[in-house]
């Protein structure tokens, strides 16, 4: 065997390496029944959970603990994933600084006991452009 | 009046530009295909030449329409109105054009018509191929642009930057009744992006995205002509400025996030950014092949493969930042404009063009003889390559992962993958032996091609190798890195330093022109411990230690994870201990355009939905006063400085300014750090949450309170005496005349570490009670001297409280992180020498070829490095 099929095949076998350990480390997206059914089982592998925010009339999300005054590093809100089961989730950080604008939400963490234990929030905001429009409609016309 | 003639003729411009350079592709296409005859392939090129200097100059107008309307203010076009406001100063009217995805489009054809005409000038045989295929790379980026829907079947082929805002929005009721409506004024920028380095970073990353296509271009020429070894002479000096104003572009983003954003670093593994730096990795590794190429066949081959992937790879980027299929996975990709059909074409048209090119050739690719040996300087810098590539590799591999589901998803399987959770330890867990690998090889690699290190002459490498084990024990033992592999790295970035260091020292006494790789791989060692130091050992000061979680008390102690102690609340004017320091929030403050310091906020009253401010009181900053009491002046409107006093133990203060934005459109408020820079460590100080300041101060009802003098009362929890009532002759804001009279009471309201001293007035003024209250926002209360009881000697105040202004905040330490800014600056340094030592080379060559006046068909001679 030639020196570089040699070298060839080692680099294809750290390739492979790559591949299986990405894929080790890859997280997925579950609902939050499959978190608790995992928690259950004792796995305790961080998700993701997608879901959204529960919201009043005005747009004001519902059941959302932030009191900085008192620690500020405990927020709490209420998710509601694809399957509507709602969820307490706790996040023991700052509330993020566009939480309120977003949402659809997802959370990365497990469950633990009651809660969801979040380690990262991720938060899709509406696009731009939609929120424009609304704000053209609201202000500008009104202006006129 | 709506201005539609400007957006008319810029999109017709557009329109030429995009037929102009598929003429042009055409045109020099017929200049290199052998069936044309040689006098009408000088015709050809000749008309190809004319096509595209007309697409450039249609390129052009189109830029200076859409500034045009930029700078014209003119808000009936959605870009103008979408990206600028009147408040914007002109250098971000300048960065608000490449704010949009047809801007940046727009942004990355302007550079490759520049690099396209200073192709044409340098080159004389490579021309008519190499610009065959910019010609056809322009056809595409164009078609982005174009904003032309075919009629019959309802095609939309690209999205034009002309659109007027009642074509965008066509569902507005407001065209109903006045169709030619001009909003008075845009929606702005985004906040974040008004940074000085949002005006050169995107330029500077589009010049490296654009110039990666030069590398392409010469190696599909040099498939095309059958050119397997010519096209590199050319096309390496173009790598090595393409590596440098890519890797200068990447790091310009990194450091605009360290200095704007608030994830507290300058890299963050996002998707955006692995995405431009895997081709970068790749085109470094191009570089190194390309330099062995002439003298190695398996070099040679990995160019034609690594050019090609580089340029795809940036294909690639822009798909995946670009067409949506990021989703959630990225904080900063671009909205969906609905081009992602389109880009998909794209990516794939030169995916199956070049490497159908490439297997087609490869039987005509020379191939090595003989087995190249391990103690060859060639092994060595192919392994380095190899190294790279796999780094390259590993990225991608993760970063993929949403293409992983939506390629499944095609294929009816739901995948439901996620990217790692903590992305930040999942690559440097990789990367970091790559990198160690990389570092140890750059240092190796040198010593084998300047000082022919060989079988017999290892010995060679024991002095740098010694140096570096007795530098990194005293650097290991001084900062008690206990890390296994820290230390590891560490000492292979040490030995990268020293051997480079030595070679350098070595060479640049001979000839400077040749030292490029020497002083980029120092830069590249310079930046790895940087980033060792300033990741490894980044420090979390504000971990809190006041005694306010106690509620939860359990919580705390059953879960060690120091995440949830990390931010601190800081009351306004309360002192509170940090790590080594005592913090005290003093201020919120703005940014007058004139003035040279931050002004507190409540020296002015700010115009509600303006970019002005009436100032309340004489603006005097440093004994010189800029402005008097009821003046206008032009502020930041969306910018708050939070005034942060840090006393060290040594009793020195200073203060840091971290910033807030209050920026509706990107849900409340966004923040910006403040960094203390010191030689040997920044600390890192952002607020993540405050009271709003902009919003009204809500009190609570009033409640009364009727003291003697001396008497102690409670206010809001706090202990107040009324010391005094003295009579006064000042009163703010009131003028007393003759016969008018006012006292002030004196009332101490003591608090856990200070007190303070509170004086409302009670005034008679013609006859009328006035009352004067005074606001102390440190203990949130506000107090009205409301009677005097001259019977029995008692005052009445009224009280009303409201929420005490805070913060919370997080500082981080970074030590040494000025490291990977020096190692930056020398890996510049480097690839400009590199690249103006190949420029040279090539210059010369083509002009003895001038000179013979022939077309390179034999061998390059090979330059020999010099001997030290």
Redesign the interface.
Known sequence: MKKIQIFGLLIIAVAIGIIVSTAGDASTYVDFGKAQAMAADGDTKSIHVVGTLRKDAQGQILEMEYRPEVDPNYFAFTLVDNNNKAQRVVYKSAKPQDFDKSEQVVVIGRMENDHFAAEKILMKCPSKYENDKLEVIESKTAAL | MIHTAIGNIGHLFVILAFVTALVATFGYFKAVIPSTSPSDQVAWRRFARGTFFVHAGAVLAVVFCLYWIIGNHYFEYHYAW?NTSLALSTEYLISSFWQNQEGSFLLWIFWNVILGLILIKTNRFWEAPVMAIFALVQAFLMSMVLGVVIPGIDLKIGSTPFLLLRES?P????WK??PD?I?KDG?GLNALLQNYWMVIHPPTLFLGFASTLIPFSFAMAGLWLKKSQEWIRPALPWSLVSALILGVGILMGGYWAYETLNFGGYWNWDPVENTSFVPWLILVAAIHTMIIGRKNA?ALKTSFILAIATFVLILYSTFMTRSGIL??ASVHSF?DLGLSGQLLIYLLTFLVLSVGLLIYRWKTLPSDEE??S?YSREFWIFIGA?VLC?SG??IL??TS?PVYNSIAEAFGVVL???????QIA?FNK?QLWFFLIITILTGVGQYFWWKRTGKDKLHTLYTPLMITLIISAVIITVSQIKTLSYILLLTAAIFAVVANGTILFGIIRGNYRVSGGAVTHIGVALMLIGILFSSGYTRVVSL?NSG??I??AE?FTA?D?K???????LWLNRPERMGNYMLTWRDVRIEPLKVPEYIPKSWVDIIEGDYRAVAQRDITVQDKTYYQKGDTLEIRPENFYYQIEYREPSGKVFTLYPRVQINP???????SPDIQRKVDRDLYTYV??VTNPTAETQWSATEEFTVAMQDTFFINDYVAILDNVVRTEQVDGVTLGANDAAVKAVIRILDKEQEFVVTPSFIIRDRAIGRKAEVNDALGLRIQFREIDPKTGQFTFAVNTT??D?I?M?AIEKPFINVLWLGTFVLVIGFALAAFRRFRDFLKMRDKEDREGQVPTRKAPKLKPQQV
Do not use: W
């Not at chain 2, 995440?563 to 609340?569: D, G």
């Open positions: 979408a929005m569902n507005l009721p407001v009744s006045n409506f909003p929606q398996t989703g959630t909205t087995e190249v391990s190899t796999l590799f590993q591999a993760t992962i439901n993958l996620a990217l790692p959770v903590d999942h990789f809190n306010l979680m509620s939860r919580e879960n994870n995440e949830n102690k990390e931010n601190l609340t459109s990107m849900g409340g408020i966004v923040s993540s949450m929420q005490r805070f919370v997080k």
